[in-house]
């Protein structure tokens, strides 16, 4: 079974550039999470999807950043501009879909922001 | 809020020797889920072992185990027989029971270097 797929994997943009990641979760997972990893810190969560719709986005700094999951697959986080405290991790996880289940966990993508 | 406590920023361990990585949260709620996570340097999250709040055995996965006390919210990993393959980061993650905040609440994590 594939895992939770991300891309990139790093990306390195000036500051006030726009810049996107991209999520593809497990075939049949349901919830699909966003979550920020800052250097030394555990992951935070960004927005919570269940289908297409986002049911927990309460920490995600909607000024700047922006998400979708379009027909409740693929999901892809947006932040623009980009400023250098932007500088993380974003991993992406997903679960098929109660509070019971495992989250499965991508790869993540390093975001520096210069 | 609820908040996930881990006070060894890095520990060692002789390969083969066992140890006891530590984990701290605080909630005022009564049923829960803990969790440990690993995550290598090539940064996929692992799940180690998962904990339910209203079982009182502590939970089992190989040579991973948990000491869980609920009544000082405390939530300890041994691992025995460390390979070096166990060096990673670990990550304590305590996730609410009630259907609506399936989020997990991470502890800053803990970096295990494994000696052969």
């Known amino acids: 079974e594939a895992g939770v797929v991300q891309s990139p994997r790093y990306k390195i943009i000036e500051k006030k550039q726009p810049v996107a990641f991209w999520c593809n979760p497990i075939s049949g997972h349901n919830t699909l999470y966003w979550y920020l990893q800052n250097l030394g810190q555990g992951p935070e969560l960004l927005i919570r999807y269940e289908n297409e719709e986002a049911v927990d986005d309460s920490q995600l700094p909607k000024d700047r950043f922006s998400a979708e999951r379009l027909k409740g697959v693929d999901s892809t986080l947006k932040i623009q501009p980009a400023e250098l405290g932007d500088s993380a991790v974003y991993l992406c996880a997903s679960s098929p879909g109660t509070v019971v289940d495992e989250q499965f966990f991508g790869p993540g993508t390093r975001l520096t922001v210069l | 809020a609820q908040t996930v406590t881990q006070s060894q920023p890095e520990m060692s361990v002789q390969e083969a020797e066992t140890v006891t990585l530590s984990c701290t949260y605080d909630?005022?709620?009564?049923?829960?889920?803990l969790f440990w996570y690993k995550q290598p340097p090539s940064r996929q999250m692992i799940l180690v072992i998962r904990q339910e709040a209203y079982k009182q055995q502590n939970a089992t996965e190989n040579r991973f185990s948990v000491n869980f006390q609920k009544a000082a919210k405390s939530f300890s990993l041994k691992i025995s027989d460390s390979q070096l393959g166990d060096a990673a980061m670990y990550f304590c993650?305590?996730?609410?029971?009630?259907?609506?905040?399936?989020?997990?609440?991470f502890g800053k994590g803990t970096k295990l270097t494994v000696n052969p």
């Open positions: 909630t005022s709620e009564s049923d829960y889920y």
């Open positions: 993650a305590y996730r609410s029971a009630w259907g609506g905040s399936e989020k997990l609440v």
